[in-house]
Structure formats: C-alpha cells, structure tokens
C-alpha cells in the first residue's frame, strides 16, 4: 500500500487487500472509490505502469474473485464522504467477499454511519472537534477538519500496512529486516542488521549480505571489494536478501538451506525460534 495514496485528499472509501502471495508488491493494496481523480491527477496513470491501478472497479473485477479466508479486505470510510450509494456499495460488495473484512471509520464529532455488524472487526476514530476547533480558523473550519481526518485515516493505515509486514514474517526485534537493497542508504542498513542480529563485524555481515546477493556459499574476495552499485544492482530482483544473510550469519545455514527454511516458512522469527535461535 503506497503510504502517500490518501494524502492529497479524504478519500471517500479505500479498500485494501492484504494477499498471501509472495510478491512484495501485492501483500498489501490500495483502492479508491473514484481512482486516479480521486487524487486530483488528471493523467491516467497506467499507461506508465499497469501495477497503478487504484480503481474500485479493478478491485472487484481483478482481486474480488481471488480473496481467500487467508485475506483481509479493510474498508476506509471517513463521516463527510459516506453518502447513500456509498454505504449501498459497501454493503454490496461486503456481501460477495469471502475474506476476513474489517472497517476503519473516521470523523470528527459524528462517524460514518455504516452497520458494524458486516465487519469481524470495527476502528472508530472519533476526533473531539470541538477541542480542534478551537485551533482552527475560521474561515477555514471545513478544509482544517478535512486535514485532521485525513491524518488520522494516515496513521491507520500506517497501523494496518505495519500489522501486515509483521504478519508476512518482514520484522525481527521491531525493525524491517525483509527490506528491498536498492540503494545505497538501504544496502548499508542491510549489512548493519546483519552485523547487529549475528554479533558480527562489518566485514564479516557483509559477506553474509554478499553471499545471499550472489547465492554463493563461498563469496571471492573480489566482491568484497567491488562497488557498491554492483551488489545494487544485483540484489534488484532478489527477494529475502536479508533474512538469508541473518540465516547465513548464525552459521548453521548454507545458502541452500537457508533458502529452503524460507520457503517452507517466510517469517524468519518462527525460523530461528524453531532452531532455538532467537
């Protein structure tokens, strides 16, 4: 879910969908009722990349049909953008899903009025508006009350894309360790978990991190050596780069069995606690 996908306006309602496949990509999504304007942009714009759909309509002709009971679905709604054909759609579509479904409601003084009863779980965000109020100036009530909600609904969704990495096995001790090496910043944060979590030195984590790049159990000291923007490159369309590196670390691992741990089971805390590891 794109932590920016709500920010230019209140959205009338967001459906986002947390799927069990291994791509990165699809653990979790987000739609809008009212896709792309809903943003205020004017280009559409898959015809840069197909992957940025955010259309309601994508989302029960593409993702509908494939939920599971191994899904979460989690509607968004906030109080000024629940109307009558609003909460028909919700009601409609929570009829036809067979995935665990949740709802997040948001207002200030008043929430959307939606029956609860369709969800296995309910947030209520209610802000005291009349405390805000009191903040706000005048002339500007509506638009200040539109960015308080707004924020709100950003820290949810923050709290349900957080909830889904922990569930998809990406965090170790509170921090993201399954973390996409695509840049410099984020190769040496890599290389520094890996230090961190198996007691290494530097030079001993980065062959880890190489090693699980490379898939090579044995990794030449020219790579040591080697620039930065090789190792990028290469661990561009690597997955579990670092989880590797940390199983590699503790020395029990090969990279074959490493891989093979990880597959059997993605969340790399049940790994090492299953090895009496963690």
């Known amino acids: 879910m794109p932590q920016n996908v709500h920010q230019p306006l209140v959205p009338h309602s967001i459906v986002i969908t947390q799927c069990t496949r291994v791509s990165d990509y699809n653990d979790v999504r987000a739609f809008l009722l009212g896709g792309n304007a809903m943003l205020g942009l004017q280009q559409d714009l898959t015809t840069k990349d197909p992957d940025l759909v955010l259309g309601w309509d994508h989302f029960t002709s593409h993702f509908l049909p494939k939920l599971t009971q191994q899904d979460l679905v989690v509607f968004v709604l906030s109080r000024q953008d629940v109307d009558t054909k609003v909460a028909a759609e919700v009601s409609g579509m929570c009829s036809s899903i067979c995935a665990q479904k949740g709802a997040i409601l948001v207002g200030a003084g008043a929430l959307p009025e939606v029956d609860s009863s369709m969800f296995k779980c309910c947030i209520r965000i209610l802000l005291p508006r009349q405390v805000l109020s009191s903040y706000w100036s005048s002339d500007l009530e509506e638009e200040e009350e539109a960015v308080n909600c707004e924020m709100a609904m950003k820290w949810a969704l923050n709290a349900v894309s957080t909830g889904a990495h922990i569930m998809k096995g990406k965090v170790l001790c509170n921090r993201m360790v399954d973390l996409q090496l695509s840049n410099d910043k984020l190769f040496h944060r890599g290389v520094k978990m890996v230090e961190d979590f198996g007691r290494l030195s530097k ?54 069995e490493a891989s093979t741990a990880l597959e059997q089971d993605p969340v790399i805390r049940s790994v090492l606690a299953r090895h009496a590891l963690h």
């Open 203 to 256: 030079q001993e984590a980065l062959k880890c991190v190489l090693s699980s790049i490379y898939r090579e159990d044995n990794v030449e000291a020219s790579l040591l050596v080697d620039r930065v923007e090789k190792h990028i490159a290469n661990a561009a369309h690597k997955t579990k780069v670092v989880p590797l590196a940390l199983l590699i670390s503790t020395g029990r691992f090969s990279i074959r």
